[in-house]
């Protein structure tokens, strides 16, 4: 008898059957969450964590697009910031010359940014790995540097914005409520729009050329068409997100262009975990409130952000997403396994032994069901500690061998060269 | 049924001092298998590289389907009907099987810039994907990654993948290498269901399969074919004997 073959793969069924993917519901959980923020902002008496949600979601859709560049076309931009800077420029310009409509304002935004990318990514594409890193920062540091000699829109100081953006003459984005919900408007659309052309045919071509290019040129695909379109998409909704930051502060400077912020960016997405497109939206939110809480602790609090990294780096490579996959795996989701854990708590309840499993948590078992996920991280962190500290035994037994007499000679004679 | 699919006209190359082509004259008739063998070294994945379009000769036409192709890129070529596989083995390691053909289906059906319908949907890319994946004897795996396959069923995958790229000539270098006993003894079965359906340009190491498969032989030797003909023909002739048989037959 010939087996039947399906021709749908299960994931994809299993995909269509239950509503949402697993993507789709973290994604939707930081939705709510933001959604839910300003709701409590007045309850803990600070419109500063609405300006706080506001910087998360734009930022989070300036990762969203250098994810794409990132994850989907193994394209590692260091100058994605430009576009923040492009589209936030554009939009302040038009604005100061009295065009600060969204009719104006938002397109202008997206063609310079779009332009921007077509332009300068029509060299990058063409190049990889290290070099596109370099020519894409290059192309970051030349517009930094323009922006800073536009001396007729306040060159170094920045410019500050006659007002927000304005629709149909009315000033509807001066309510930071409203403000807040359109900007999480905007980052919803790019997550679907992202999500689609990621399984799209584009987003399959795209991923299989990072994947192997020789493979790719063998099936007929071009790469430099594909890369490009996917360096304008990615630029081009960045540019939003700049139109976005510039109406936020009502101010752009070519700060916003800086290579600092560039790294920045690459830090929230791998921060947030690359491969997902949840992730690197926790990793903009993960990143500004760390942030700020450093930034409250002390002035110099970037010495303290730097350490902080290399730890998330260390112990938590593959970043937030990494970990929740690694979660998943192990415990097989957190339904499944509270449901498991509730019912052992049952069995114990039914034979006498009161309590949970591990009964110190002062006696409440909700409590250890709580700290389940606190407990896991901290295990994970203590066995990579373990891991860290083998390493430096290795490296405390092989290093004599960089005493040895052929060692130093070599060491000397390069030395005197 | 006599009209060549591939010609290659007095093609040269060199990488330096090493000559892996001299005036190579060849030619693959339509339906025809056709093998190039030769000892390590003697040039044989460099042609192969040279007509797939992944290296340009020094000096030389080559013609498929009348139609000269020596300037045109890789992609280009392999739109024309030219498919290959690798000696070593190319797949997108992260994809399952089914996607990894499902992309050559995608190449030969339409464009790729649709940013919208998940491409993982579309039953006719999935349904010419299954063929050629039948036609390797690789459904059952077809939802498996590809980086997850055993080292013969990713020579099959390969196989496939040129299949479903609707190829005019396969272009097949080494389908074998690396493969066991058994898995080789599988792979020459699978290839001889092949034959006749497709024009195939066959390198490769493995006598048994080049005897087994091939209508005809090329002898290639430093960059020159030293004989050319049927396969006992080839195999009876002295100088081939000489050059690289010699102690194996």
Not at chain 1, 177 to 201: D, E, K, Q
Not at chain 1, 213 to 222: D, N, P, S, V
Request: charged residues 15%.
């Amino acid at each position: 008898m010939r087996r039947a073959i399906r021709l749908i793969p299960d994931r994809v069924r299993d995909a269509a059957r239950r509503p949402l993917s697993f993507d789709a519901r973290m994604a939707l959980a930081y939705f709510a969450l933001i959604a839910l923020l300003p709701l409590l902002a007045p309850s803990l008496g600070s419109g500063y964590l609405i300006v706080i949600g506001e910087r998360a979601v734009i930022f989070a859709i300036a990762a969203l697009s250098l994810e794409l560049l990132i994850g989907a076309g193994g394209l590692v931009s260091f100058g994605h910031a430009a576009f923040l800077g492009v589209g936030a420029y554009a939009a302040g310009i038009a604005a100061s010359h009295g065009l600060g409509t969204l009719s104006v304002a938002l397109p202008a935004a997206l063609a310079a940014s779009a332009a921007f990318a077509l332009a300068t990514g029509a060299i990058a594409v063409r190049t990889h790995g290290v070099y596109f890193i370099m020519i894409t920062l290059a192309f970051a540091q030349m517009a930094f540097f323009i922006a800073t000699s536009l001396a007729p829109y306040g060159g170094d100081d920045g410019l500050s914005w006659p007002t927000r953006t304005t629709l149909f003459g009315r000033h509807v984005l001066k309510n930071e409520t409203i403000f807040y919900y359109v900007s999480l408007a905007l980052l919803i659309a790019a997550y679907v729009c992202l999500g689609r052309l990621m399984a799209s045919r584009f987003g399959r071509v795209l991923r299989g050329l990072k994947d192997n290019e020789t493979r790719m040129q063998a099936l007929g695909f071009t790469p430099y068409p594909y890369r490009l379109s996917a360096y304008v998409i990615a630029g081009t909704l960045c540019g939003a997100a700049g139109f976005l930051l510039g109406n936020q502060a009502e101010f752009v400077s070519p700060a916003y262009m800086h290579w600092q912020r560039s790294g920045e960016l690459i830090i929230m997405v791998l921060l947030g975990g690359t491969g997902t497109l949840y992730g690197p939206m926790f990793g903009a939110l993960t990143f500004l409130l760390l942030e700020e809480v450093l930034s409250r602790l002390t002035e110099h609090w970037k010495v303290l952000l730097g350490p902080a990294l290399v730890l998330l780096a260390l112990f938590a490579s593959g970043g937030i997403a990494g970990a929740v996959a690694a979660w998943r795996h192990e415990q097989g989701g957190l339904a499944r396994m509270l449901r498991a854990r509730s019912r052992f708590a049952r069995r114990r309840l039914a034979t006498g032994m009161v309590g949970p499993a591990r009964g110190r948590w002062l006696g409440y078992p909700w409590l250890a069901h709580a700290a389940m996920p606190l407990r896991w991280v901290v295990g994970r962190a203590r066995s990579r500690g373990q891991a860290a500290k083998g390493t430096l035994a290795r490296l405390r037994r092989d290093l004599p061998a960089l005493r040895q007499p052929e060692l130093r000679n070599m060491l000397a004679r390069w030395w005197r060269q | 049924m006599t009209t060549p699919v591939l010609r290659l006209l007095d093609v040269s190359k060199s990488f330096g001092a090493l000559r892996v082509a001299e005036r190579l004259a060849l030619e693959v008739l339509a339906g025809e298998t056709h093998a190039i063998i030769g000892p390590n070294g003697a040039g044989k994945t460099s042609l192969i590289n040279q007509i797939s379009g992944a290296l340009a000769p020094d000096a030389g036409r080559i013609l498929f389907e009348d139609r000269d192709v020596t300037h045109l890129s890789m992609p280009a070529r392999e739109n024309l009907g030219l498919a290959r596989s690798f000696q070593i083995t190319q797949v997108l390691q992260r994809f399952s099987a089914l996607e990894n053909v499902a992309l050559a289906a995608q190449a030969q059906a339409g464009s790729s810039f649709r940013f919208w319908r998940p491409a993982a949907a579309e039953v006719p890319l999935n349904r010419a994907a299954m063929q050629s994946l039948a036609m390797v004897e690789l459904a059952p795996r077809a939802h498996t990654p590809a980086g997850a396959l055993s080292h013969g069923e990713k020579r099959r995958l390969e196989i496939a993948i040129a299949l479903a790229q609707a190829p005019k000539l396969l272009l097949l270098d080494e389908p074998m290498a690396g493969a066991g006993v058994e898995e080789t003894r599988g792979l020459i079965g699978m290839l001889k269901g092949l034959k006749g359906r497709f024009s195939i340009l066959l390198v490769e190491h493995d006598m048994q399969a080049v005897f087994a498969l091939a209508d005809r032989v090329s002898v290639l030797v430093d960059g020159r074919i030293i004989a050319a003909g049927e396969p006992q023909a080839v195999r009876a002739n002295a100088a081939v004997r000489a050059a690289y048989l010699g102690e194996a037959a």
